[in-house]
């Protein structure tokens, strides 16, 4: 009977510490990774190298592979995304599933934060048009413009890292851009 009682006691002790292990490291999986996602896309060589990657998922197209470019990313800095994953709607889904926590105060963004904008209407209650990842203001407090990195390299001049009005609709190369809605962020 002692001994009984000593593998049952052994066996709970084991199943709290591995629960608890658990949940730490869950709760502690990409500690870093806004920081890891800004100094990749500081490399151009590597913004570069994610850009033809997405447009090849895309069938060779660079429209409508912001999702794309944005899940190559991620990958790139170990963060597990599936290689359907081509849609906001998918991308905001995966993202919540492990922790992240959507913000809409864009005073409050970090480097290597991960943006959407509105949806089609102007509303943020549908699902983002766009998404980005934000590099830093173009001027420290102040906040309309941004520099971002995203796959609309054909709207600014070629340039995959490139500045971004964050607040408005304007347009770029004849291009209605929306303005930003929330960004996401491991809570």
Known sequence: MKKIMLILLVLVFTSIVVIVLKNNIIQNEYP????????FLQDK???????????KLNKGSSKNTC?????????????????????????????????FKKQSDYKKL???????TTDAN???SGFPTHTYVFMKWV??????YAYICDNQA????GKIYHIRNISITVKSN???KDPFAFFMRKA
Do not use: W
């Not at 060589?45 to 447009?55: E, I």
């Not at 970090?110 to 959407?116: K, N, Q």
């Open 32 to 39: 870093h990774l806004n920081e890891n996602i800004y100094g």
């Open 45 to 55: 060589g590597k913004r570069t190298d994610v850009y033809n990657t997405s447009v």
């Open 67 to 99: 999702v794309y470019f944005l899940s190559e990313v991620l990958r790139k800095n170990n963060f597990s995304v599936p290689l359907e994953t081509s849609n906001t709607e998918q991308m905001i889904s995966l993202l919540s599933h492990k922790g």
């Open 110 to 116: 970090m480097p290597g934060d991960i943006c959407f």
């Open 122 to 124: 102007g509303q943020q």
């Open 139 to 144: 001027k420290e407090g102040s906040y309309d």
């Open 154 to 157: 054909k709207d600014y001049k």
């Open 174 to 176: 004849g291009l209605a």
